[in-house]
């Protein structure tokens, strides 16, 4: 018999496994705390439960599913940016990112992705499958136990598009927000999508309380076609009332991610457009956060970088009229572990 992977099954799972094995219910929660607090990757060593049960464990179940494939560290921040090999041979990125007072991980949802935007390296990989919700928690361990560090961040901005995995981006989320399990703050877990206008709304009636991010990067549906393919046909006023039901149902802000390239969506004109279309749909902004994200070369050079002084003409524009905006500083710029630089 194929063994299963031990980090796919829900907690109600692990207890029914338990009972069937007649282990008393309590173990239940010994084998979660030494999976998702301990973190510990192997059912040998789970020393507080019977010996005969940890080894009907190691028999059906593989905890460990995902492999080391690469680690470059990057000198200028001690970003890393890691590969894994799924058990099916798959290579899927993940990046640690150490800030000042916290510890982030971006992770991969899918094996490529489907979207395929023209200015981003994982739209280049050809589009596989989703990761299963275990091969997305299982990042975030490999990462703690790799580096030594507690992760206390999650953002889904790796390979693939989390609103296209739904179901298994939001039993991974659950998880992850689970105080006996990984329990990392709701505040601060980002899911990052290109503007999936339906699961949006979906999402939004989850009501997990974490954090949304739409890539807009566009203030008109024309500037918006030209950049993200035209599959995704979306236009800009609808998916920005969709994030803003999400702040509606969550007690959350929304980020509007724009990243800014030379001589598409860089000049004030286009600021003007956005604030302009939010002054007819959310006059207030209170609850929206726009953050500039530089352009990051990727393989194919097809854009270019703003000046500096452009992008702060830009965000300059947006304060002014009342959008809390921030410029994303670039980390492990030096590895290629940029937004948009994470090929496989
Ligand atoms: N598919 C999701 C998750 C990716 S998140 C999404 O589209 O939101 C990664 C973020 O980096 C997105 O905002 C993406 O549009 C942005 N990005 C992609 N390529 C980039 C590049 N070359 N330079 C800067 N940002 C880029």
């Given at each position: 018999?194929?063994?299963?992977?031990?980090?796919?099954?829900?907690?109600?799972?692990?207890?029914?496994?338990?009972?069937?094995?007649?282990?008393?219910?309590?173990?239940?929660?010994?084998?979660?705390?030494?999976?998702?607090?301990?973190?510990v990757e192997d059912f040998l060593q789970?020393?507080?439960?019977?010996?005969?049960?940890?080894?009907?464990?190691?028999?059906?179940?593989?905890l460990s599913?995902?492999?080391?494939?690469?680690?470059?560290?990057?000198?200028?921040?001690?970003?890393?940016?890691?590969?894994?090999?799924?058990?099916?041979?798959?290579?899927?990125?993940?990046?640690?990112?150490?800030?000042?007072?916290?510890?982030?991980?971006?992770?991969?949802?899918?094996?490529?992705?489907?979207?395929?935007?023209?200015?981003?390296?994982?739209?280049?990989?050809?589009?596989?499958?989703?990761?299963?919700?275990?091969?997305?928690?299982?990042?975030?361990?490999?990462?703690?136990?790799?580096?030594?560090?507690?992760?206390?961040?999650?953002?889904?901005?790796?390979?693939?598009?989390?609103?296209?995995?739904?179901?298994?981006?939001?039993?991974?989320?659950?998880?992850?927000?689970?105080?006996?399990?990984?329990?990392?703050?709701?505040?601060?877990?980002?899911?990052?999508?290109?503007?999936?206008?339906?699961?949006?709304?979906?999402?939004?009636?989850?009501?997990?309380?974490?954090?949304?991010?739409?890539?807009?990067?566009?203030?008109?549906?024309?500037?918006?076609?030209?950049?993200?393919?035209?599959?995704?046909?979306?236009?800009?006023?609808?998916?920005?009332?969709?994030?803003?039901?999400?702040?509606?149902?969550?007690?959350?802000?929304?980020?509007?991610?724009?990243?800014?390239?030379?001589?598409?969506?860089?000049?004030?004109?286009?600021?003007?457009?956005?604030?302009?279309?939010?002054?007819?749909?959310?006059?207030?902004?209170?609850?929206?956060?726009?953050?500039?994200?530089?352009?990051?070369?990727?393989?194919?050079?097809?854009?270019?970088?703003?000046?500096?002084?452009?992008?702060?003409?830009?965000?300059?524009?947006?304060?002014?009229?009342?959008?809390?905006?921030?410029?994303?500083?670039?980390?492990?710029?030096?590895?290629?572990?940029?937004?948009?630089?994470?090929?496989?």
């Open positions: 018999m194929r063994k299963k992977y031990f980090l796919d099954l829900e907690e109600k799972d692990i207890y029914d496994l338990v009972i069937k094995n007649g282990e008393k219910k309590f173990c239940a929660e010994q084998v979660i705390d030494w999976v998702y607090k301990k973190k789970f020393s507080n439960l019977s010996k005969r049960f940890r080894e009907v464990l190691a028999d059906k179940y593989i599913g995902l492999k080391l494939y690469s680690k470059e560290v990057s000198k200028k921040d001690g970003t890393i940016k890691f590969k894994f090999k799924t058990i099916d041979e798959k290579v899927i990125p993940t990046v640690f990112l150490p800030k000042k007072d916290k510890n982030i991980v971006c992770i991969s949802t899918q094996v490529g992705c489907g979207i395929g935007c023209c200015f981003c390296n994982s739209g280049k990989v050809e589009f596989e499958r989703n990761l299963s919700q275990g091969e997305i928690l299982e990042q975030v361990i490999k990462v703690e136990n790799i580096t030594g560090k507690k992760v206390n961040g999650i953002l889904f901005m790796g390979m693939g598009e989390p609103l296209l995995n739904y179901e298994n981006v939001i039993l991974a989320i659950k998880k992850f927000i689970n105080p006996k399990m990984f329990a990392i703050g709701r505040k601060h877990i980002t899911v990052s999508t290109i503007g999936l206008v339906k699961k949006i709304y979906d999402l939004s009636l989850e009501r997990l309380g974490i954090r949304l991010a739409i890539s807009l990067h566009a203030s008109n549906d024309i500037v918006r076609k030209m950049i993200v393919p035209t599959r995704i046909s979306y236009k800009i006023e609808e998916i920005l009332k969709s994030g803003l039901f999400y702040t509606t149902q969550n007690d959350s802000d929304l980020t509007i991610e724009y990243m800014i390239l030379k001589n598409v969506n860089d000049s004030i004109n286009f600021a003007s457009e956005l604030v302009n279309m939010f002054n007819k749909i959310y006059p207030d902004k209170k609850k929206v956060k726009v953050n500039l994200i530089p352009y990051n070369d990727t393989y194919e050079k097809k854009f270019v970088k703003p000046k500096q002084e452009k992008i702060l003409e830009f965000q300059e524009y947006l304060k002014k009229n009342g959008f809390l905006t921030f410029i994303r500083l670039p980390q492990g710029k030096d590895i290629n572990a940029g937004c948009g630089q994470l090929g496989c």
